[in-house]
């Protein structure tokens, strides 16, 4: 099983690059619509408490974050995308970063999309889910925050979530901060990735 024992920050990229060749470690990348979680799942990933900065205000990630793991992987932590206060140019250099960043980033091992299982799907989710799609990327869903909901409403919303991302044979995660659920599952993906062949 994973064990993280070592966490060092490399880098922010702000702007897109012409490639991304000094990335070369296997990278498994975290992306999802502001205020989803994310900051708080990585770091209950990487056992930190400030890793990831979690923030009250939605959008304050700014850049693709890149972290060095047990001096063998990357974890990318992606701009969260979605969040409408933002001036468009910025939205818009953020959508260029993050959809070059995955696509181009020939290192790339997961990427693990994040989505707040509370509320219905949102244009800019099933957007990505397309894009994953049709360029053939190798995306796990993680439903974040299952906690908040009954165990019938967690099902019937992730039915309804599936279906409307049409992601029904796809790999899928249940996640929750506080009941450290989804949290081993993520690091044996990760591991598996890493040290298991044909993963």
Same mark, same amino acid.
């Given at each position: 099983m994973l064990k993280i024992k070592d966490v060092k920050f490399i880098r922010s990229i702000y702007e897109k690059p012409k490639n991304y060749s000094d990335i070369f470690f296997p990278t498994f990348a975290f992306i999802?619509?502001?205020?989803? /979680? +994310?900051?708080?799942? *990585? &770091?209950?990933? #990487?056992?930190?408490?400030?890793?990831?900065?979690?923030?009250?205000?939605? /959008? +304050?990630?700014?850049? *693709? &974050?890149?972290? #060095?793991?047990?001096?063998?992987?990357?974890?990318?932590?992606?701009?969260?995308?979605g969040f409408a206060k933002l001036p468009v140019q910025v939205r818009e250099k953020w959508n260029k970063l993050i959809l070059s960043f995955l696509k181009e980033c020939s290192c790339i091992k997961k990427i693990f999309h994040l989505i707040d299982i509370r509320i219905p799907s949102q244009k800019m989710d099933i957007m990505m889910s397309e894009f994953f799609k049709y360029n053939n990327l190798p995306v796990i869903y993680v439903f974040t925050k299952t906690d908040c909901l009954s165990h019938n409403k967690l099902q019937k919303q992730l039915k309804l979530l599936k279906e409307s991302l049409n992601i029904e044979n796809s790999q899928i995660i249940l996640s929750s901060i506080y009941e450290k659920k989804g949290i081993e599952e993520i690091k044996k993906i990760i591991y598996n990735s890493i040290y298991k062949k044909n993963k």
């Open positions: 999802g619509r502001s205020n989803v /979680g +994310k900051s708080s799942l *990585i &770091n209950a990933i #990487l056992g930190r408490k400030k890793i990831a900065y979690v923030s009250a205000t939605p /959008g +304050k990630t700014r850049s *693709i &974050n890149l972290f #060095l793991i047990n001096d063998r992987f990357y974890l990318a932590d992606l701009p969260g995308y």
